[in-house]
Structure formats: C-alpha cells, structure tokens
C-alpha cells in the first residue's frame, strides 16, 4: 500500500455492523469485510451513496457511513434489484433482503435446523457431517471427515491386534462399538479350524435349486 497522508479526524479501525473494518483500504473493500457483502454489492451500495470509489474507509464522515447502513438495510428501497441480494423470498416473511455479520449466522443456522426437523436429504447429510452437494465420497475426503461433522461417538477399532490381545485377555475397559471386530476375529478363527481359510483349502460349492430358489433348507455339496 502506497503512502497515505493522515488527517486528524482519519480512523484506523472502524466498527460496522459487529465487524471490525479497516479504515486504510477503499471503501468498496472495506465493506467486503463485513460478512454477507461482496465486491458487486459494496460497489453498487457506494454508488448509491454518492460515495466516491477512491476515498478511504477512515476518511468517511458519520453522515456518509449512516448512509451506506441505510442503503445496505434497506437495498429494494434504493432501487437495488432483487436477484442482486442474498436472501430472496424468505420461507417465513416472504421479504427479500441483504443478511449481514450476525443475521447471516443467525439465518444459516435456522434452515440448517429446519432441513433436520424434516428429515430432509440435505438436512440429514449436515447431521451426519458428510458432504452435501454431490460430491463423490467413495476415493475422497478420507482424511479430515471428522472435522466436517462432530463425531457420534468412538467408531470400531482398525487395529487388528487390539482385537486379538482383547480375545485373549477377555477386557474391553474404556472402548465401545468393538464388539463388531471381536466377531470377525472369532468367525475367521472358526473358519481356520475348519479349513475354509486360505487360497487353495477352501472346498468348491455347488447350489441345488430345490435348496437355494425354494422353500426348503439351504444346502451346499462340496466336489470333490
């Protein structure tokens, strides 16, 4: 940033709408520092003004940042079409405004809660903390999914030892939803006592139909 020759009355830092501005920058970038107001909507807010594009935020007299407020509150009343703002055709009101800072949270959160309410698609995928917009999620996202959504609690082991030294020692003190793991654990062992474990032990099947397309019991022959 070049030089910039400070008067007496030049303010540093702003507060605006919850958000503290800069008042060294323009004042269509300061504005975009307010959440809920881009580059297209701050130029269009100053033009309304009569504001001039090449003034500091900090050279802003009170007058002038009451105005840009006004025009910022109230967008459809300056003439401000309707597709320009972030909030049309509100589902409880029917309004169209321009949310900003806190409303914006405010709003976001209220129609994220809704969409759970009714069980909607969307609104279930936030529940769940997985991702929303139909991306694919079978190769991607592996390695920071826990941060999208909270986690529900602790998810089955991955280790196969702790598994096997549980079996052993007959303790799961301090680790839930492992019961799952110990399962397969055993299951496998049972199919290794058998035989059926392995590349060349396991016995080739055949399906009768009486036994597997009826009612009957479900029965396999094993070729020799």
């Given at each position: 940033?070049?030089?910039?020759?400070?008067?007496?009355?030049?303010?540093?830092?702003?507060?605006?709408?919850?958000?503290?501005?800069?008042?060294?920058?323009?004042?269509?970038?300061?504005?975009?520092?307010?959440?809920?107001?881009?580059?297209?909507?701050?130029?269009?807010?100053?033009?309304?003004?009569?504001?001039?594009?090449?003034?500091?935020?900090?050279?802003?007299?009170?007058?002038?940042?009451?105005?840009?407020?006004?025009?910022?509150?109230?967008?459809?009343?300056?003439?401000?079409?309707?597709?320009?703002?972030n909030r049309q055709k509100d589902y409880k009101d029917?309004?169209?405004?321009?949310?900003?800072?806190?409303?914006?949270?405010?709003?976001?959160?209220?129609?994220?809660?809704?969409?759970?309410?009714?069980?909607?698609?969307?609104?279930?995928?936030?529940?769940?903390?997985?991702?929303?917009?139909?991306?694919?999620?079978?190769?991607?996202?592996?390695?920071?999914?826990s941060s999208r959504g909270a986690r529900r609690g602790?998810?089955?082991?991955?280790?196969?030892?702790?598994?096997?030294?549980?079996?052993?020692?007959?303790?799961?003190?301090?680790?839930?939803?492992?019961?799952?793991?110990?399962?397969?654990?055993?299951?496998?062992?049972?199919?290794?006592?058998?035989?059926?474990?392995?590349?060349?032990?396991?016995?080739?099947?055949?399906?009768?139909?009486?036994?597997?397309?009826?009612?009957?019991?479900?029965?396999?022959?094993?070729?020799?």
């Amino acid at each position: 940033m070049g030089s910039l020759i400070v008067g007496d009355d030049f303010q540093h830092i702003l507060r605006v709408l919850n958000t503290n501005v800069d008042g060294r920058t323009k004042v269509m970038y300061a504005l975009t520092q307010i959440r809920g107001i881009g580059r297209r909507f701050a130029n269009v807010v100053c033009k309304k003004a009569e504001i001039d594009m090449g003034k500091r935020a900090g050279e802003l007299s009170a007058a002038e940042l009451e105005s840009l407020m006004v025009i910022v509150a109230n967008p459809r009343q300056f003439r401000i079409p309707d597709w320009f703002l972030n909030r049309q055709k509100d589902y409880k009101d029917g309004k169209y405004v321009q949310l900003t800072s806190n409303a914006l949270d405010t709003k976001l959160r209220d129609d994220l809660e809704r969409l759970k309410k009714i069980r909607n698609h969307r609104g279930l995928r936030h529940y769940w903390g997985i991702r929303v917009r139909g991306q694919h999620t079978k190769t991607t996202g592996r390695r920071k999914a826990s941060s999208r959504g909270a986690r529900r609690g602790p998810g089955p082991p991955r280790c196969a030892a702790w598994a096997e030294r549980t079996l052993r020692t007959g303790s799961t003190t301090g680790v839930g939803g492992c019961e799952g793991a110990i399962d397969r654990l055993s299951a496998r062992r049972g199919r290794a006592r058998m035989g059926l474990c392995g590349r060349g032990s396991r016995p080739r099947l055949s399906r009768r139909a009486n036994g597997w397309n009826s009612g009957g019991r479900n029965e396999a022959v094993a070729i020799a």
